[in-house]
């Protein structure tokens, strides 16, 4: 019997001394490190309120239970966005089951360059293209974020309508890819 009582006594110790660690670990301020190649947006940008336009005309509604990759393109360097929208198309083929809940968007601001991008455009069909009427979203973010036209980064946006995340264009697809991942 005192055999059997200590056995009892020890399952029921080793949750409560794991749960009393873990919280005293987490009330003095450990934290684990986390590399991440991308830089996370700390506090989120809300950005359900910007009026971006479609290209028939239409207000742009982003769908709750979508992650969107942003690509603010001026058309400057047609092969540097040729790249970009590669790493977002691979990105959203190479996540399988996760890929229908990530979609492609392009916004401009310059209708003239916009119009004469149309190879760039037809090679991408699955891009949302979207026109930031007055610089609403690049004002919104002013101060938070780089001009995303100059830095030439992709954003996430997440299935709250909330700025995550920001890839630099320097980074390779694998690297954007194990974060997404993560994240999706």
């Not at 506090?43 to 969107?68: A, V, W």
């Not at 990105?91 to 360059?113: I, N, P, Q």
């Amino acid at each position: 019997m005192d055999r059997q009582y200590r056995l009892a006594l020890i399952i029921l110790l080793i949750p409560l001394l794991t749960l009393t660690t873990s919280t005293l670990t987490y009330f003095l301020g450990y934290k684990p490190e986390i590399y991440t190649k991308g830089i996370p947006i700390e506090p989120k940008i809300e950005i359900t309120d910007i009026n971006l336009i479609r290209e028939d005309g239409d207000k742009f509604q982003f769908t709750p239970g979508k992650f969107y990759f942003v690509y603010f393109d001026n058309f400057n360097n047609l092969e540097l966005s040729k790249d970009i929208y590669d790493v977002a198309r691979s990105s959203k083929l190479t996540l399988r089951r996760e890929g229908h809940r990530l979609l492609r968007m392009v916004v401009y601001k310059d209708k003239d360059k916009f119009e004469s991008a149309k190879e760039l455009r037809t090679s991408f069909p699955g891009v949302i293209y979207l026109y930031d009427k007055d610089d609403l979203f690049k004002n919104h973010t002013k101060g938070r974020i780089q001009d995303p036209y100059t830095s030439n980064s992709l954003l996430l946006v997440d299935s709250f309508s909330l700025l995550i995340w920001e890839f630099k264009s320097d980074l390779t697809f694998n690297e954007i890819f194990e974060e997404v991942k993560q994240i999706l």
